[in-house]
T-cell receptor, first 116, second 110 residues
Framework: DTEVTQTPKHLVMGMTNKKSLKCEQHMGHRAMYWYKQKAKKPPELMFVYSYEKLSINESVPSRFSPECPNSSLLNLHLHALQPEDSALYLC???????????????FGSGTRLTVV | TQLLEQSPQFLSIQEGENLTVYCNSSSVFSSLQWYRQEPGEGPVLLVTVVTGGEVKKLKRLTFQFGDARKDSSLHITAAQPGDTGLYLCAGARAGNMLTFGGGTRLMVKP
């Protein structure tokens, strides 16, 4: 299995809703990531988990709450989002540093989130 | 200020032409990675270059890492419509930090 699977593919939510994005990989990767990508822009790093522990939070607002229940799963809990949070949310995984230099990252297809 | 500057931002060429995309930085990276992304999909890794001066070839694509490990280039020979997409360079730093350049949007017309 060489894939990162993200669900759902599309999500429309109101500003008062609570929803979760899910990500799964079975490649034995010990680093997992959330990226946010706005239209016609490159992905921007949000969170990094290394060995199931949060290692990097790029000053992301608390309405985004990541969770790593085990080495294969990564969730992103969403609450009280704003319309400007609408974007493509990408999950990725990799070997841990320094091996990720050689093997790169594997990205999922993303969740297209629309906040209304 | 963006850590990685990619140029050009947009490129529209005819099938069969050659092109080069550049990725430049004032910072040193442990590796430079190139990805291609199609609409509605996540980026897909094309190649990683790790050693300064390294050159890697992937069919019609040639990737080069600068001697000082601050810049990289992607050259496509005889472009085809299937090469159309968003090309992203990304620099890897310690601590699982991968930073993307602004991207080059390539369109190859038949």
């Amino acid at each position: 299995d060489t894939e990162v699977t993200q669900t759902p593919k599309h999500l429309v939510m109101g500003m008062t809703n609570k929803k979760s994005l899910k990500c799964e990989q079975h490649m034995g990767h010990r680093a997992m990531y959330w990226y946010k990508q706005k239209a016609k822009k490159p992905p921007e790093l949000m969170f990094v988990y290394s060995y199931e522990k949060l290692s990097i939070n790029e000053s992301v607002p608390s309405r985004f709450s990541p969770e790593c229940p085990n080495s294969s799963l990564l969730n992103l809990h969403l609450h009280a989002l704003q319309p400007e949070d609408s974007a493509l949310y990408l999950c990725a995984s990799s070997q841990d540093w320094p091996e990720d230099r050689f093997y790169g990252y594997t990205f999922g297809s993303g969740t297209r989130l629309t906040v209304v | 200020t963006q850590l990685l500057e990619q140029s050009p931002q947009f490129l529209s060429i005819q099938e069969g032409e050659n092109l080069t995309v550049y990725c430049n930085s004032s910072s040193v990276f442990s590796s430079l990675q190139w990805y291609r992304q199609e609409p509605g999909e996540g980026p897909v890794l094309l190649v990683t270059v790790v050693t300064g001066g390294e050159v890697k070839k992937l069919k019609r694509l040639t990737f080069q890492f600068g001697d000082a490990r601050k810049d990289s280039s992607l050259h496509i020979t005889a472009a085809q419509p299937g090469d159309t997409g968003l090309y992203l360079c990304a620099g890897a730093r310690a601590g699982n930090m991968l930073t993307f350049g602004g991207g080059t949007r390539l369109m190859v017309k038949p």
